[in-house]
């Protein structure tokens, strides 16, 4: 491995910036760090360089530990966005400059700067000025002065961000075909998808410090793990759906006969449907794909190669679209038609169409939706408001339903609702909060949160279970949550006191703990060994700081409910209950 | 080449006659009255004017003081402006305040001020006077006085172009390998250099004009501690106008050459970015 970065952690005013970040980069791959401004990319490349240290974690280069080693002995080239050229001296001069530092005698300077300059097709510029150079000219020679050292790793920073498009895109094949000539391992910072797509070898995604997936770009695209790098990687129409017995279904429609829920349990899921696998056509039966619903053309609008159309589902209010348009409007299915597609059958705005779906992809996100549950409209609406709530809601791109429930929490009386509890049910924390978790949890509520009024978007996370069969659950959702906000992620163990001599067993399981998170979900986290009671401990814990969260998974809901009941109605901290039973 | 330069920009001839006639009169007509009021002097009194040993001592003290000063500026001015620009730290806005206060202070209650403290009674004077340190009434009072006033000039002349050079570029020397002191000595310092020099010119032009404040820390001896301006006040107060416009002249023609040399030397310095421009 080139570059093995190891639960690399950097925190700037408390937030952390980079979250926990594992990372192995192959001899000679291609890699690009793409995410939004503010997702912590270009920090971690700085980390890798060495230009800002890190909190936490280890960074090594071709097998050797740098965390401690001085940018200027990491042997590693960078290159800037704003080319950062020295400009009071010439091309050469410039390129020459880590050659000078290191006392290269002029001969050999001279032939490594004409070998370097022949090699970004600059022969004969030696004796400019940066400033008598175009934009493109100068990042070639800075991308000349950072290999006149003969790194070892040749990084990125957004190299083509000041440039315009057609110099761009030249640019970016030069850089490619220097690295595949030196086969140099390069890592590359960007927040544009479509640079991401035409260089790198691997592509992963970064989000509010978190690195979120990995992978080839086509794989990433057609299979994403989040919504996050589904919406971030081209456009995608987000679709709640459910999984059932025959399928996925979407409203009344089954679009996915293929992927069955595997033990007859129903649940809700989180499609994603590209805009280009979508198929419009006048009549139900001219389809030649899965049948999705009749809808109605909102706009269309002609784009050069590919006509975007905005379609509106047809059955009212209760669209199971997650994606927003834009304006009030409400949700809006994106479709994208070739020229081909768009002769063969011509839309008009308002017309009514019958549209298809070719190919559609389950995210494996166990949280869906949620559902402000209370035994008043009014509390439930008044739930559904709670900003955490939506800002959390906003963040997963998903919506809030609420739900009337008269009997919540009411000992004795069983639901009476035929609707099962989909999603992750959202209860108030209040001192009747106990008893509602418990009669939510019988009546088959899997994922629910005990949501404090006053509750603010935590800066840790704290994770539990008890019982081996809520294990796998919890860690799923965990990691789907800590994709949504900026916290670290802490495992707590609980043991029981040890009693004459060590425990092995509280180490190993932790360490089980971390490996599965890492290797399952793509979940980063840190562990801590406690000894005692696990209510006691989590809540000395938690006591730490108002800005915590703690994720609970629970395999038997009553007694769960018995020995936490201090917990869930103090109202000082989220809850998030993750209940699942044996199988 | 034409005169007058093709522009997009109207007014030219209002703008060029307008620069023309307020420089004439600020500028030119006091500078042209001074030779003029210099030459009413017969040529051998305006010698024995100028070439007295008095005179001679104080254009030693005047000028060497004054480059003490703005050298002394020059590394100082530097390091505060570095420390501004550079450190975010509480009370760095109030700093960057005080810098100015030299500029606003009239320069009598500078010079009363410095004396007020180095006085050998003064509060850090009395500390000196045990080691043989003499400041107030000495050369060295005089170059601590011009040292004060002309600091302003030098930081703010340093500031913006310390602004200007981007932490990559020492971000960019440090990942080829360079060190702090060979990224400084290779990097920042070129990159400063015309910045530096005008400081320096600066703080130099207005140490030599200074008056107020040498005065009272002086002493004001003949030949060891008096300035020219002074002499020239003193030619003055004798009703001898024809001997200080003299004195002025001969100030006058050095302060040129030295700025104007200063002046060369830079756009020499500068040879690179002109060429650069074309």
């Given at each position: 491995m080139?570059?093995?970065?190891d ?6 005013g408390g ?5 926990d ?6 001899d ?5 760090l ?8 270009s ?7 060495g230009?800002s240290?890190?909190d936490h ?6 097998g050797?530990?740098v965390t ?12 800037f966005?704003?080319?950062a050229l ?10 020459e400059?880590?050659l000078?530092v290191?006392?290269m ?6 032939q490594?700067r ?5 090699l970004?097709s600059?022969e ?9 150079l175009?934009g493109?000219?100068q ?8 290999l006149a ?5 040749l990084l990125?920073?957004e ?8 110099i761009?895109?030249e640019?970016?094949g030069t850089?490619?075909q220097?690295q ?6 390069t890592?590359l ?16 995604v970064?989000?509010?410090g978190r690195?979120l997936?990995?992978g080839?770009?086509?794989?990433l ?6 919504r996050f790098v589904a919406?971030f990687?081209?456009?995608?129409n ?6 059932t017995?025959?399928?996925i279904?979407?409203g009344?429609?089954?679009v996915a006969?293929t ?11 989180v499609a994603v449907v ?6 419009v056509?006048?009549t139900r039966?001219?389809l030649?794909?899965g049948?999705?619903?009749?809808g109605?053309?909102?706009s269309?609008m002609f ?6 159309l905005?379609l509106?589902?047809?059955g009212?209010?209760?669209?199971p679209l997650?994606t927003?348009?834009?304006g009030a409007?409400?949700?809006a299915?994106?479709v994208t038609?070739?020229?081909y597609?768009q002769r063969l059958?011509e839309?008009?705005?308002?017309q ?13 996100t166990?949280?869906?939706?949620f559902?402000?549950c209370?035994?008043?409209v009014?509390e439930a609406?008044?739930?559904?408001r709670?900003?955490?709530l939506?800002e959390?809601?906003a ?10 429930e008269p ?23 209040n001192?009747?909060s106990a008893?509602r978790a ?11 949160l005990v949501l404090?009024?006053?509750?603010r978007a935590?800066?840790?996370v704290l994770i539990?279970?008890?019982g081996?069969?809520?294990r796998?659950?919890?860690?799923a ?5 800590l994709?949504h ?11 029981p006191?040890?009693?004459?001599g060590?425990q092995p067993r509280?180490?190993?399981?932790l360490?089980d703990?971390r ?7 793509g979940?980063?986290?840190?562990t801590e ?6 209510e ?21 809901p009553?007694?769960?409910t018995?020995r936490?009941?201090a917990?869930l109605?103090?109202g000082?901290w989220p809850?998030?209950?993750?209940h699942r039973g044996p199988? | 080449?034409?005169?007058?330069q093709?522009s997009?920009?109207p ?5 060029f006659?307008?620069?023309?006639v307020f420089?004439?009169?600020?500028v ?5 009255a001074l030779v003029v009021?210099a ?8 010698w024995?004017?100028?070439?007295s040993a ?5 254009y ?9 000063a ?5 590394v100082f001015?530097?390091?505060?402006a570095?420390t501004l620009?550079?450190y975010?730290?509480p ?6 305040a ?13 010079g009363?001020a410095?004396?007020t ?10 500390y000196?006077?045990p ?25 703010r002349?340093?500031q ?7 932490r ?6 440090e990942?080829l390998?360079?060190g702090?002191?060979?990224?400084f ?11 530096l ?10 140490a ?7 005065i009272f ?6 030949m060891k ?21 003299a ?7 050095i302060s040129?050459?030295m ?5 060369l030397l830079?756009?020499w310095?500068r040879?690179?970015?002109?060429r650069?421009?074309?």
């Amino acid at each position: 491995m080139s570059i093995v970065l190891d639960q690399v952690t950097k925190h700037y005013g408390g937030a952390p910036v980079v979250n926990d970040v594992s990372l192995d980069i192959g001899d000679g791959e291609f890699f690009v760090l793409l995410g939004p401004s503010g997702s912590g990319k270009s920090t971690l490349l700085r980390a890798i360089a060495g230009l800002s240290g890190i909190d936490h974690g280890r960074i090594s280069l071709h097998g050797r530990d740098v965390t401690h080693v001085a940018a200027r002995r990491r042997g590693v080239g960078l290159v800037f966005q704003n080319y950062a050229l020295f400009r009071h001296m010439t091309v050469a001069e410039n390129i020459e400059f880590a050659l000078r530092v290191r006392r290269m005698r002029a001969r050999a300077r001279r032939q490594r700067r004409e070998e370097l300059l022949r090699l970004v097709s600059l022969e004969g510029l030696d004796e400019r000025l940066p400033a008598q150079l175009s934009g493109g000219q100068q990042q070639r020679v800075a991308v000349a002065r950072a290999l006149a050292h003969k790194p070892e790793v040749l990084l990125l920073d957004e190299p083509f961000g000041a440039l315009d498009a057609k110099i761009r895109e030249e640019l970016r094949g030069t850089i490619r075909q220097v690295q595949r000539e030196l086969g140099i391992t390069t890592v590359l910072v960007t927040h544009d998808q479509e640079e991401a797509f035409a260089m790198a070898d691997r592509i992963g995604v970064m989000n509010l410090g978190r690195l979120l997936e990995r992978g080839a770009p086509h794989e990433l695209y057609s299979r994403p793990a989040t919504r996050f790098v589904a919406t971030f990687l081209g456009a995608a129409n987000l679709i709640l759906a459910r999984r059932t017995a025959d399928g996925i279904q979407i409203g009344a429609t089954i679009v996915a006969p293929t992927e069955r829920a595997s033990n007859g349990r129903e649940n809700e899921v989180v499609a994603v449907v590209r805009p280009e696998e979508i198929e419009v056509a006048a009549t139900r039966e001219a389809l030649r794909c899965g049948f999705l619903a009749r809808g109605v053309v909102e706009s269309v609008m002609f784009t050069g190669a590919l006509e975007r159309l905005r379609l509106s589902l047809a059955g009212g209010p209760h669209t199971p679209l997650l994606t927003l348009g834009e304006g009030a409007a409400g949700a809006a299915l994106q479709v994208t038609r070739t020229q081909y597609e768009q002769r063969l059958f011509e839309v008009q705005p308002g017309q009514s169409v019958a549209i298809g779906v070719r190919r559609i992809h389950v995210l494996p996100t166990p949280l869906s939706s949620f559902t402000a549950c209370a035994p008043t409209v009014q509390e439930a609406e008044e739930l559904s408001r709670q900003p955490l709530l939506v800002e959390l809601a906003a963040r997963m791109a998903t919506r809030i339903a609420t739900r009337c429930e008269p009997q919540l929490g009411q000992p004795g009386v069983p639901c009476q609702g035929t609707d099962s509890f989909v999603g992750t049910t959202v209860i108030a924390a209040n001192p009747q909060s106990a008893a509602r978790a418990d009669w939510l949890l019988r009546c088959g509520a899997r994922d629910l949160l005990v949501l404090p009024e006053a509750a603010r978007a935590p800066q840790r996370v704290l994770i539990h279970w008890i019982g081996e069969a809520a294990r796998s659950a919890t860690l799923a959702v965990s990691a789907s949550v800590l994709r949504h906000v900026a916290a670290e992620a802490v495992y707590v163990g609980v043991f029981p006191e040890p009693q004459g001599g060590a425990q092995p067993r509280g180490m190993r399981e932790l360490l089980d703990a971390r490996s599965e998170a890492q290797a399952a979900h793509g979940l980063e986290m840190r562990t801590e060994l406690h000894f005692g009671d696990a209510e006691q401990q989590l809540t000395r814990r938690l006591a730490e700081s108002p800005a915590q969260m703690l994720i609970i998974g629970v395999e038997h809901p009553a007694q769960f409910t018995e020995r936490f009941r201090a917990l869930l109605v103090s109202g000082r901290w989220p809850v998030l209950i993750v209940h699942r039973g044996p199988a | 080449m034409s005169f007058r330069q093709p522009s997009n920009l109207p007014g030219f001839g209002l703008t060029f006659g307008f620069t023309t006639v307020f420089l004439s009169t600020i500028v030119l007509l006091p500078l042209a009255a001074l030779v003029v009021t210099a030459t009413s002097l017969h040529w051998s009194d305006f010698w024995h004017t100028v070439l007295s040993a008095r005179a001679l001592g104080s254009y030693r003290l005047s000028f060497g003081a004054s480059l003490l000063a703005a050298s002394i500026n020059l590394v100082f001015g530097f390091i505060i402006a570095w420390t501004l620009v550079r450190y975010e730290f509480p009370g760095r806005k109030l700093i960057d305040a005080l810098i100015d206060m030299p500029f606003a202070l009239p320069t009598a209650v500078s010079g009363i001020a410095l004396t007020t403290v180095f006085a050998q009674n003064g509060w850090i004077g009395r500390y000196l006077e045990p080691l043989g340190i003499k400041v107030a009434y000495t050369w060295l009072g005089v170059t601590l006085a011009l040292t004060l006033i002309s600091m302003p000039f030098a930081v703010r002349a340093v500031q913006p172009a310390l602004l200007e050079v981007q932490r990559d570029l020492e971000d960019a020397a440090e990942t080829l390998g360079a060190g702090r002191l060979y990224a400084f000595r290779r990097i920042i310092l070129p990159a400063i250099a015309p910045a530096l020099l005008t400081g320096f010119t600066l703080a130099f032009a207005r140490a030599v004009g200074e008056y107020g404040s040498v005065i009272f820390i002086s002493g004001n001896l003949p030949m060891k501690t008096e300035i020219t301006p002074l002499l020239i006040v003193i030619h003055l107060e004798q009703f001898d106008y024809g001997g200080a416009a003299a004195l002025g002249l001969v100030m006058l023609v050095i302060s040129f050459v030295m700025l104007l040399t200063i002046n060369l030397l830079q756009a020499w310095g500068r040879r690179d970015q002109v060429r650069a421009a074309r």
